[in-house]
């Protein structure tokens, strides 16, 4: 897929072609948008440990393959990796696409007459809330793709430990 703009300069997004942590950066949506949209439409909050819960369900994962075979083992890892941001990305690109729609049907809501005003306002309300759901779906995704690459990443360089939000987590009988 190509991006037209109103120059003769032809984009090539990377987030269509790289799937790593970059290229969903790229796409991914506000994380503060979360909790507002949640609210707004009465929809479930997002967890705040997923990424935690995700890089704990991959460590398990990773824990059954075989690594005997070192470079099948780092093939399956990145590939594990990989197919989590392509789906994060997808999903991101796609709430992006779908805000976009619900955001013509607002404007043309706003600036329709009184008698097609009901019927707009209607699909446009409709629309955000797919649009809400959308955007949802898309950060659940990023976050379990972090959380998925932050398992695939410590365990290539050979780390087993775990650590909840990037902080360095103490042997039990040693917590202050």
């Excluded at 991914?28 to 440990?49: K, N, T, V, W």
């Excluded at 890892?77 to 690109?93: H, K, N, V």
């Excluded at 706003?110 to 446009?124: I, Q, R």
């Amino acid at each position: 897929m190509l991006t037209y703009t109103d120059t003769n300069v032809v984009r090539f997004p990377r987030e269509l072609r790289c799937f790593d942590l970059d290229a969903l950066i790229e796409v991914e949506p506000d994380i503060m948008q979360a909790d507002r949209l949640s609210e707004r439409y009465g929809l479930d909050i997002l967890p705040f440990d997923l990424i935690d819960v995700a890089e704990t369900e991959a460590r398990e994962q990773i824990a059954e393959f075989n690594a005997a075979d070192a470079v099948a083992f780092q093939a399956t890892l990145r590939q594990m990796s990989e197919q989590a941001f392509s789906r994060a990305i997808e999903l991101c690109i796609h709430a992006q696409k779908v805000d976009a729609r619900a955001g013509r049907l607002r404007r043309q809501a706003d600036a329709a007459k009184p008698a097609e005003f009901g019927f707009l306002n209607v699909c446009a309300e409709d629309a955000e809330r797919t649009a809400a759901i959308a955007t949802l779906a898309a950060l659940t995704a990023a976050h379990r793709a972090r959380g998925i690459d932050a398992a695939v990443s410590l365990k290539l360089q050979g780390c087993d430990r775990f650590f909840p939000f990037g902080l360095v987590t103490l042997p039990v009988g040693k917590r202050a």
